[in-house]
């Protein structure tokens, strides 16, 4: 290797990656095997005490409440690795979290208080985990080879899809064939795996130790600038955060008409939306109390915080692949497949298969053809470009989902493979979304707040699941169920083409926001 090469950041790969990685394949094998059999689960087995008509829509609610806790609760793990116990220690004693949730699940498959308690556990370990073991990933690098890291970022999110891919496929026929012990035990025994890999390479990994305390961390540096005077001048940034902060609270007082999750995750946007505006109007006044770094590093993730929250509505479209998509694939025709003499069909849980399969297939697609492609012909496909295309790609696979919905409601069979053309879009929208946005979450993050910005990453998910609660809830309003009966839909169709044109206005705004946003470089320097 030579000198030349590491001044331009082509350094050698870090030795110790190849444990991240296959830590990384179990763990997505464990969570995507027990989360592609939820909601068939749900149906057929658990909630069965619940009336036919009304069982497929409590277990999209248990499905898309579960989810949001997955990416809530990153969150605490982000602010414990930073603030206390550093990246690796937070993984493993919240792998172990996760572990005992997958037991659970195993044990209390007709026990509803013990099997939710199994997902909550499962909630809180997984979050937990999330944002620390991509940005830990991003610790093994620094500027001798960052270039390397987009390489395996992209290894990262093709080895998260290589496990999910064969849990998709697998894990419905385990569930049919042997029972749901089985099928979700497979998935906890591959966490235990995970976890151990995860522990052995514990001497070989860059451990970049906790930040706090900060005194001049994100939070510090809001408050002083929500709170500072300036002579002569009132504090209208205080009002808007106030303003905020009193929304949160009547969206609280809202639980008893909205149900908890909804109230308390509309509460969290407010704080946050109104709260970041706030700090932006004054963030200035900051600057003397706090470092210019500092407040700089504060406007830049500010501005992060924009770029996450016009993805959402993408998070909102693309799990649901995993409970309206499955819900429609029940009621298609399952197609009969021959191979070797062998003769079988597809469950309507397996058909997720297709979306880790497209992702092996399109990662290296777009990084050996499609980018060079772009760039040959002068266009440069930066990430915020690569993400606002992937936006509309998934409104466009909403808009061919919804078609295919209409065709069902006119009373003509439709073979589940018609559901692969929206499964190509919508994979296409989430390598360009997904696997772009975690390699930038973490390279606009200041180094103190990596763990952080990377679970608020995440807690975009959290919004795009709270966007599928309120629709859902929404669409049993007497006036809007009044209204989508004019409009000669039915309410799964209304409720895909809404998502299509949900998708397609973010993308549209994001377009144009990303054409100000300026890019930063936050890369370990030693």
Request: include cysteine; aromatic fraction near 14%.
């Amino acid at each position: 290797m030579s000198t030349r090469e590491i001044e331009q950041g082509n350094g050698p790969l870090p030795p110790q990656i190849p444990y991240i990685i296959t830590n990384e394949v179990c763990e997505r094998f464990s969570f995507y095997g027990m989360r592609n059999i939820l909601v068939p689960f749900l149906v057929s087995t658990l909630l069965l005490f619940i009336p036919s008509e009304h069982r497929t829509s409590e277990a999209k609610h248990v499905f898309h409440t579960f989810v949001i806790g997955v990416y809530f609760f990153p969150l605490l793990g982000g602010w414990l690795a930073d603030r206390f116990f550093g990246k690796y220690n937070t993984v493993f004693w919240f792998s172990l979290i996760y572990c005992a949730g997958h037991a659970c699940l195993a044990l209390f498959e007709h026990h509803l208080e013990g099997f939710y308690f199994g997902l909550f556990l499962i909630a809180f370990g997984s979050g937990g985990i999330k944002p620390l073991v991509v940005s830990f990933v991003g610790d093994q690098f620094d500027q001798s080879n960052k270039n390397k890291a987009k390489l395996v970022f992209d290894a990262f999110y093709w080895s998260i899809n290589f496990g999910s891919f064969f849990a998709s496929l697998l894990m419905p026929i385990f569930l049919r064939d042997y029972g749901a012990s089985i099928a979700f035990g497979i998935p906890g025994a591959l966490m235990f795996i995970a976890t151990l890999v995860f522990w052995m390479g514990r001497r070989k990994y860059v451990h970049v130790p906790p930040q706090a305390p900060n005194a001049d961390s994100f939070t510090r540096v809001a408050r002083t600038a929500l709170l500072a005077r300036a002579p002569g001048q009132s504090r209208p940034g205080l009002a808007v955060a106030g303003f905020g902060a009193v929304l949160a609270v009547l969206s609280l007082a809202m639980s008893f008409k909205w149900g908890f999750v909804i109230a308390a995750c509309s509460a969290i946007v407010l704080l946050l939306a109104f709260g970041g505006i706030g700090t932006a109007m004054q963030l200035e006044r900051a600057r003397g109390t706090h470092p210019d770094e500092a407040v700089d590093g504060t406007r830049a993730v500010l501005r992060i915080f924009i770029v996450f929250a016009l993805i959402t509505p993408f998070w909102s479209l693309f799990d649901q692949k995993a409970s309206t998509w499955i819900v429609q694939a029940n009621d298609m025709v399952r197609p009969t497949y021959e191979l070797l003499g062998w003769s079988f069909k597809f469950e309507p849980a397996q058909m997720q298969a297709l979306n880790p399969l497209f992702v092996m297939l399109l990662i290296p697609l777009n990084n050996i053809l499609i980018f060079p492609m772009l760039r040959k012909i002068g266009v440069e496909p930066t990430p915020l470009r690569r993400i606002g295309a992937g936006i509309m790609l998934s409104s466009m696979s909403w808009i061919v989902i919804g078609t295919i919905q209409m065709v069902m409601d006119g009373g003509t069979p439709v073979s589940m493979t018609w559901q692969v053309l929206p499964y190509v879009l919508l994979t296409a929208g989430e390598v360009l979304v997904s696997a772009t946005g975690i390699e930038f979450a973490y390279s606009q993050a200041p180094a103190s707040m990596k763990g952080a910005i990377m679970a608020l990453w995440y807690l975009g998910t959290t919004i795009g699941n709270l966007w599928v609660l309120i629709l859902n809830a929404s669409v049993k309003n007497e006036a809007v169920s009044a209204y989508i009966s004019t409009t000669g839909l039915s309410v799964m169709a209304f409720q895909m083409y809404f998502c299509a044109a949900f998708a397609a206005v973010a993308g549209t705004i994001f377009a144009m926001y990303a054409t100000r946003y300026k890019m930063m470089d936050f890369y370990r320097k030693d």
